[in-house]
């Protein structure tokens, strides 16, 4: 018998419901608080900026959230998504622990984003929105974005922020391609972006303030409601499809994961693969949950576990979550996707809960893995990913030295094609392992709401 590499679900077994880990959960995630009075935000507070559908998600304590099946049939186009066994890598490496991953990067924009702006262009549809605002880093959700929009004849307008629309220009032809407007953030367009660039005319720009300006054009348009491709509950829960399928997958290769790791940026496509594990670690299982940042970025290592503003103009409800401060710049880095200041609630929560672990990596060390990775198993991972593979690396050399043959399963939440400067500008040694600046993150921290 030969043994397998790829581990393929038929079409017929594609998940037929998300998982919510706030079902589950010994302790209840914090409630987002209004700024103004301190109080748990309703439905209200949020119609202006998301359809109904998605607010009743946000909330829910349902264990089992139905896909619809006009959801379902879009997934189908990459759906479900392979699970790979590295074996190759494991060779490499010498090593008698067993590596997995599962690709998200077979999606059309490349990346796990679509299996949430999917479901959230669908809803957003059915409640008769004409138009959607959003914010992206790299490009990854913003052409996530613009895909699902031409889907569903919505108009999509995103701001991206400014170093990386300049840096990748072909994610930028992407959103157009798909019929999107892209917009460098801060932008005149605002107020947000205009104070921005008040003091600062020469800004590179940050996910927290381009999500200030999705939100104020969301916010002061009738026909126009904001989407967030990371961070939210409503986000972690539609991610969960691919732990869903991981686990079947899994079963299907006769293994079980000893350890489960992914890159966390706003923390959603680790959402998306570890909580159906957390689950079951819940239930008695010991499986250990890694979720990885940037050193230049660290918001699970060394962040406050605070409320906080979800963005840098503050008009978001405050959300409790690891935070570097809403004000807090942090460094470029190539991994645009992971370079967020605060984290969702729901991994916020697990993490205080003591039911993962969080390690950060320098981006140099996590090319050099990426590129070790590339030469074994022949995809490139994204500038994001690499963090998973550096980990994955790590826990299998690990086993090595203590001749343990563990199983490791990891995301691979997307493909780097789009990415390629990044690795040219690696091999020709201009990488710099950026770290933050302390006296600024004090300072960002100091100004940390202050909430009774
Ligand atoms: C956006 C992105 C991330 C980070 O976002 P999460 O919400 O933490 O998943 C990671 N990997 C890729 C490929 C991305 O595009």
Known sequence: MTESTKYLLSEDRLPKAWYNLNADLPVPTPPPLHPGTGQPIGPDDLAPIFPMAVIAQEVTTERWVEIPEPVREIYRLWRPSPLIRARRLERALGTPAKIYFKYEGVSPAGSHKPNTSVPQAFYNKQE??????????????????????????????VFMVKISYEQKPY???????????????????????????????????????????????????DDTKYALGSVLNHVCLHQTIIGEEAMMQM???????????????????????????IRENLKG?????????????PTLTKGLYAYDFGD??????????????????????H?????????????????????????????TECFAAAVQFARAEGIVPAPESSHAVKAAIDEALRCKAEGKSESILFNLSGHGHFDMQSYTDYFAGKLKDNTYDQAALDAALAELPKVG
């Open 312 to 333: 840098t103009g503050k008009l978001t409800p405050l959300v409790k979550m690891h935070t570097l401060g809403a004000t807090f710049m942090p460094p470029g880095s």
């Open 251 to 277: 079963e299907m290769a006769g293994d079980q994961p000893d350890i489960v790791i992914a890159c966390t940026g706003g923390g959603s496509n680790f959402a998306g693969l570890a909580f159906p594990y």
């Open 128 to 157: 008769g929105v004409k138009r959607l605002a959003t914010e992206t880093g790299a490009g990854q959700w913003g052409s996530s974005l613009a895909f699902a929009g031409s889907l569903f004849g919505l108009e999509v307008e």
């Open 335 to 363: 991994a645009g996707g992971l370079r967020y200041h605060g984290m969702a609630p729901m991994v916020s929560h697990v993490k205080e809960l003591g039911l993962m672990e969080a390690r950060s990596y320098h981006q």
């Open 285 to 297: 299982g010991k499986v250990r949950v890694i979720g990885v940042e940037p050193a230049s970025c």
């Open 171 to 221: 994610r930028r032809a992407l959103m157009e391609t798909y019929g999107a407007k892209c917009i460098a953030s801060p932008s005149s367009l605002t107020h947000a972006g205009r104070s921005i660039l008040e003091k600062d005319p020469h800004s590179n720009g940050s996910l927290g303030i381009a999500i200030s300006e999705a939100v104020e054009v969301a916010a002061s348009r």
